[in-house]
């Protein structure tokens, strides 16, 4: 069994390669090769190259969760979700030219693209749960597939800046927020009148079933039959 120890070397190995290569010229063999590990442990480790693009968003995930600040539980959702999502992008500093690879494989390739908004969905979920927003249901994947968009325009401009106080990845993060704020307003609106229409078409669903059963009953009183057999038959 592979320990815990190797993984890490394994996807500490991948995220360099990627920092030097296209995301598809870095191979099983190559990672394995580069790691010093065997092929079999390999194997048994990662089975493939999106099973290490999931580590790694699961690495990032789990470092942003480990650093979320209490002290901003008192903050408007909006604010929380800005802190999050900022260390969302200082996690993953110390990858950026493997980040990049990732990205640019994904514009060339609309099926790993696919693949990687899956997981990155599964992230987003993740920052809404650390920012301390609940959602639920149809709505929770509404709004993380909103946000995984959102959150990989900020990265774009992210990658192509170098000042390090990152005044223009702040500045897209607030506007994707807007935005955002926007969607959810509307998306709440819609919400409501959904809710309306389901209450409406139940009452009105509740209201013929009342009326077909006082329609047959006024039948039966009219012919005579009650649903049982005459006495005496």
């Known amino acids: 069994m592979t320990t815990a120890k190797t993984k890490q070397k394994i996807l500490q190995t991948f995220l360099d390669l990627l920092s030097e290569h296209d995301y598809e010229d870095v191979s099983l063999p190559l990672i394995a090769d580069k790691a010093k590990v065997k092929l079999s442990e390999m194997r048994s480790a990662f089975g493939s190259k999106l099973d290490l693009v999931a580590a790694f ?45 990732l990205h640019r494989a994904a514009r060339k390739d609309p099926s790993l693209a696919l693949e990687f908004n899956r997981l990155e969905m599964r992230s987003q979920k993740w920052m809404l749960i650390a920012a301390g927003i609940d959602i639920s249901g149809l709505k929770a994947g509404i709004v993380a597939q909103g946000l995984s968009v959102a959150f990989a325009r900020v990265v774009r401009v992210w990658l192509d800046e170098d000042d390090e106080g990152m005044p223009r990845t702040m500045a897209r993060l607030d506007r994707e927020l807007d935005n955002g704020t926007q969607f959810m307003k509307r998306l709440n609106g819609i919400e409501g009148i959904a809710k309306g229409m389901r209450s409406f078409l139940k009452k009105a669903s509740s209201g013929r079933r009342r009326r077909r059963g006082r329609g047959e009953d006024d039948a039966d009183h009219e012919t005579g039959y009650s649903g049982e057999e005459p006495v005496g038959a």
């Open 57 to 101: 968003a699961e690495s990032v995930d789990k470092a942003v969760l480990d650093e979320r600040d209490e002290d901003m539980h008192d903050q408007p959702p909006r604010d929380r979700l800005f802190d999050v999502l900022m260390s969302r992008i200082d996690a993953l500093e110390a990858n950026k030219d493997a980040v990049r690879a």
